[in-house]
């Protein structure tokens, strides 16, 4: 190879004529880079160099200008990418798509440059809330099951049912469709764990005087129906009271727990749009008008916490 049909070299600082040693991508670009930063982050790298020999013309194509020349397979995109992220003195490159995160990640991996993938983790996670199940195979296939389990608490924020069309092409590239079948099982443990929260919902109450709840109130205009009678301890009786609760709060439960089955997510109890119907329903009496606008988006937000913790706890398996 002549020296006129030499690969160029990449952009600086990958340009370096101090640097020690040439990785050269599949798309043919040079990067200089110094052995010792890349020894250091990468074991890989740090046995793939070869021993300091004599520079020898005879063997153009291991060395260039004097230094010994490493070809790997990625192209120089991923490879600017990974190198930026360990190069003192630069800044990462911002990485937009998963397109760019992807092969990075899989470098990051190959090469076992652990600090360099902690990194790329984080821009792979800022995806997880657009594309959930894209972040959630690829983590899965690169086998880096912390990140899975946090991309799949995105995909919680929907329907099980309501799946992107098309088929994110990641899922074809799972060795095995456990891991999708582990997902849905993530998602049933979480709807049962968040509907089984709402309908404990009576825990909540504990300690509380439930004089300050309006709903228990004695005496509501009568329009306002009761709907059961449930048995109620707090702070105040020893002996639990039977205390018939209003049939709009009963019914504010009742639909709690089919929402957070489509979004399994606390907030899901304490929008506006969802508790509306209910704070209407309550305003028609006198009695809960009184204080329902305060109490029930304060109560709905309590549920929501527990509901959030509650799913927070929820394990993979
Ligand atoms: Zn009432």
Avoid at 150 to 164: F, I, N, R, W
Wanted: charged residues 20%; glycine residues 2%; neutral net charge.
């Amino acid at each position: 190879m002549s020296s006129s049909a030499q690969p160029p070299y990449a952009s600086p600082p990958f340009d370096d004529p101090d640097a020690d040693v040439i990785i050269r991508t599949s798309d043919l670009i040079d990067f200089r880079v110094y052995k010792v930063i890349l020894g250091m982050v990468s074991p890989v790298f740090k046995d793939m160099f070869p021993m300091p020999q004599p520079k020898n013309d005879n063997h153009p194509t291991c060395h260039k200008d004097g230094v010994p020349v490493v070809t790997v397979t990625e192209t120089a995109e991923t490879m600017d990418n990974v190198l930026r992220i360990i190069h003192p003195m630069q800044e990462p490159r911002h990485l937009t798509t998963l397109e760019q995160v992807v092969p990075a990640l899989e470098a990051s991996d190959k090469y076992m440059m652990n600090q360099v993938q902690q990194a790329l983790v984080k821009y792979l996670l800022s995806f997880a809330a657009s594309a959930p199940l894209r972040v959630y195979a690829i983590a899965c296939r690169l086998k880096l099951f912390g990140t899975a389990r946090e991309a799949a608490k995105y995909t919680l924020q929907g329907p099980v049912y309501s799946l992107p069309s098309p088929m994110p092409r990641e899922l074809d590239q799972l060795p095995t469709t456990a891991f999708f079948y582990a997902l849905l099982q993530y998602h049933q443990r979480c709807s049962k764990t968040a509907t089984g929260t709402i309908s404990s919902w009576i825990q909540l109450l504990k300690g509380e005087s439930l004089q300050q709840l309006v709903w228990f109130s004695s005496s509501h205009a009568k329009e306002c129906a009761a709907g059961s009678t449930i048995k109620i301890s707090d702070i105040f009786r020893i002996v639990p009271v039977e205390v018939p609760v209003r049939l709009w709060w009963e019914d504010y439960h009742r639909a709690a727990e089919d929402a957070v089955r489509d979004r399994i997510a606390g907030a899901t109890v304490t929008e506006p749009k969802f508790l509306e119907p209910f704070l209407q329903r309550a305003t028609a009496c006198s009695t809960c008008r009184t204080r329902v606008l305060v109490q029930l988006p304060l109560y709905s937000s309590q549920l929501a916490k527990r509901i959030d913790d509650a799913i927070s706890k929820v394990g993979p398996s």
